[in-house]
C-alpha cells in the first residue's frame, strides 16, 4: 500500500508535462461513474433517457458530450413502497432502465461484465450498467438477488437511508449492531454470484461486518472522506483503509452535503425546518408512494437549490485525501447526479466530466493515475468480483 503526504510533493512534476493535455487523457480514458440516479429523477419528471429536460443531470446528449464511457444506472425504491412490493417496483424500474437502453440501441448498450464495457466503449457507445440502491428491494428472499443478477444487476448497496430487515444504515437507527444473519447470507451469495458489495449509505458496524465476511473487494458506489466533513454517511480513514486493504475503492460523491461541512450544516438546518411540511406530505399521499416520492423529492432539490454550491475543486480535495491516504488505487467517481439537486459549480451535469479531468491534471496527477480514478480501478474491483465469483451462472 502506498501511504504519501501531500499530493503536491509527490515527483509527479515529469509525468504532469507529460500529460497536460487533459483533454486527450479524457478522451483516452474509460470515464465510469458508479452512481446515478436518473430512474428516479425520470419517474418525477416523466423523461426518457434521450430527453434533456431543465435540471437534469444524467441524460444521453450530457453522457455523451462528457464523454462519459459507463454508467451504474441505481435501481432506487423508497421505502414507502413497502406494502407495495420492495421486489415488484425493483422490477418495474429495471425494466423501465432495459427499455431505455433498447430505444437507444445506437447510443447505449447493457453491459453485464468488465468485457462488455471495454468492448461498447470501444464502439463509441455507453455502456449502462444496473445496481439496487437499498437491500429491502430483495424483499428479505436471495431468489429475487439472483434474479436481479439475471437480469443484468452487477452492484447493490445494502442499505439506503434506511436499516432494513437485516443490516443497519447510516441514515436511520440502528436494530442489528451491524448485520443479523440473514445479511450475512446476503453477502455471500452476492461473493457467489460476483455481484459487487456497495458499503454507501450502510451503518459503521455494518461496514464492519462487510469487511469481515466478505471475499471480495467492495466499493462504496457514492461516499466521500469523513475526516473532511464529519457525517455518518461519509468513511472515516480507518474504513478506507480497511477498503482499501481488501482491495476495495472509494467512488467520491458530487453531492455538497458530502463534500463541505458549510453546506451540509445548512442542508441540515433547512430539512429539519420542513419537517412539518415532510409530515403532511406523508398523510397526504399515504397510499400513493409514487406520488408521495414525487412530492419529497420536489422539497428536498428545493432545498439544495438554496444554499451555495461548493467549487469543483471540493470533489478534487476528497480524491486527494483518499488517494494520501491509501494510494491511487483506491479512488474512484460516484457522481449521484440525479439524486441531488445541486452539484458543485463547474461539475453540474454528466457533460462537464472532462472539467474534472482538467482539475485532476492542474492538480499534478499523471495521466494513469487519472485513467486509474475516472474509471480503471472501478473497472479493476468488478473485474475481481468475476474472477472470485462462483461456477454458477445463470
Same mark, same amino acid.
Given at each position: ?12 512534476? !515529469? ?6 493535455d ?9 470515464? =465510469?461513474?458508479?452512481h446515478?440516479d =436518473?430512474l ?6 416523466g423523461?426518457?433517457?434521450a ?8 441524460t ?14 441505481a ?5 414507502a413502497?413497502?406494502?407495495y ?7 418495474e424500474?429495471i ?8 430505444r ?9 461484465s468488465?468485457?462488455? +464495457? ?10 449502462a450498467l444496473?445496481?439496487?440502491e ?7 428472499? $436471495?431468489?429475487?438477488?439472483?434474479n436481479?443478477?439475471? %437480469? ?6 445494502l442499505?439506503?437511508? *434506511?436499516?432494513?430487515?437485516?443490516a ?18 446476503v453477502?455471500?451469495e ?5 455481484m ?9 458496524d455494518? =461496514?464492519?461486518?462487510?469487511i469481515s465476511?466478505?471475499?471480495?473487494? +467492495?466499493?462504496?458506489s457514492?461516499?466521500?472522506?469523513r475526516?473532511?466533513?464529519? +457525517?455518518d454517511y461519509?468513511l ?5 483503509v480497511?477498503l482499501?486493504q481488501?482491495?476495495g $475503492?472509494? *467512488? !467520491?460523491? =458530487? ?11 445548512q442542508?441540515?438546518s433547512a430539512?429539519?425546518?420542513a419537517a412539518?411540511?415532510?409530515?403532511q ?5 399515504? *397510499?400513493?408512494?409514487?406520488? %408521495?416520492d414525487i412530492?419529497?423529492?420536489d422539497?428536498?432539490?428545493r432545498?439544495?437549490?438554496?444554499i451555495?454550491?461548493p467549487? %469543483?475543486?471540493?470533489? !478534487?480535495?476528497h ?5 494520501n %491516504? ?14 441531488m439537486g ?22 499534478g ?6 485513467r486509474k ?5 472501478? $473497472? ?15
Amino acid at each position: 500500500m502506498w501511504l504519501a503526504g501531500s499530493v503536491a510533493n509527490c515527483a509527479w512534476s !515529469v509525468a504532469y508535462s507529460q500529460g497536460g493535455d487533459s483533454a486527450r487523457i479524457h478522451e483516452a480514458a474509460i470515464v =465510469f461513474d458508479a452512481h446515478s440516479d =436518473f430512474l428516479d429523477r425520470a419517474v418525477v419528471d416523466g423523461s426518457t433517457l434521450a430527453d434533456d429536460p431543465d435540471g437534469a443531470q444524467t441524460t444521453l446528449a450530457k453522457l455523451e458530450s462528457g464523454q462519459v464511457d459507463a454508467q451504474f444506472f441505481a435501481v432506487f425504491v423508497p421505502p414507502a413502497f413497502r406494502d407495495y412490493g420492495y421486489a415488484q417496483r425493483s422490477y418495474e424500474l429495471i425494466d423501465r432502465m432495459v427499455q431505455e437502453i433498447e430505444r437507444n440501441a445506437e447510443r447505449i448498450e447493457h453491459a453485464k461484465s468488465v468485457a462488455d +464495457v471495454r468492448r461498447i466503449a470501444a464502439t463509441g457507445k455507453i455502456a449502462a450498467l444496473l445496481s439496487i440502491e437499498g437491500g429491502h428491494s430483495l424483499d428479505n428472499r $436471495l431468489e429475487h438477488l439472483r434474479n436481479f443478477y439475471r %437480469l443484468g444487476v452487477r452492484s447493490m448497496t445494502l442499505t439506503w437511508s *434506511n436499516t432494513n430487515d437485516w443490516a443497519d444504515s447510516s441514515g436511520d437507527s440502528g436494530r442489528w449492531s451491524g448485520m443479523n444473519d440473514f445479511g450475512v447470507e446476503v453477502v455471500a451469495e452476492m461473493n457467489r454470484l460476483g455481484m459487487v458489495i456497495d458499503v454507501s449509505h450502510v451503518a459503521e458496524d455494518t =461496514f464492519w461486518d462487510v469487511i469481515s465476511n466478505s471475499r471480495s473487494p +467492495v466499493i462504496a458506489s457514492h461516499s466521500a472522506a469523513r475526516a473532511l466533513v464529519d +457525517v455518518d454517511y461519509n468513511l472515516s480513514d480507518d474504513m478506507i483503509v480497511a477498503l482499501a486493504q481488501a482491495g476495495g $475503492l472509494v *467512488n !467520491v460523491s =458530487f453531492f455538497g452535503g458530502y463534500l463541505r461541512p458549510e453546506f451540509d450544516a445548512q442542508y441540515e438546518s433547512a430539512i429539519d425546518a420542513a419537517a412539518a411540511e415532510f409530515k403532511q406530505l406523508g398523510a397526504r399521499y399515504l *397510499n400513493d408512494p409514487i406520488a %408521495l416520492d414525487i412530492a419529497q423529492w420536489d422539497v428536498e432539490k428545493r432545498i439544495e437549490r438554496s444554499i451555495p454550491r461548493p467549487p %469543483l475543486s471540493a470533489v !478534487v480535495e476528497h480524491i486527494d485525501h483518499i488517494v494520501n %491516504l491509501v494510494g491511487i488505487d483506491h479512488a474512484g467517481l460516484g457522481s449521484d447526479f440525479d439524486g441531488m439537486g445541486s452539484a458543485p459549480t463547474g461539475l453540474e451535469h454528466a457533460g462537464m466530466m472532462a472539467a474534472l479531468t482538467q482539475a485532476l491534471v492542474g492538480r499534478g496527477y499523471d495521466e494513469v493515475s487519472i485513467r486509474k480514478i475516472l474509471g480503471e480501478n472501478l $473497472l479493476r474491483v468488478i473485474a475481481e468480483n468475476e474472477r472470485r465469483a462462483g461456477d454458477w451462472r445463470p
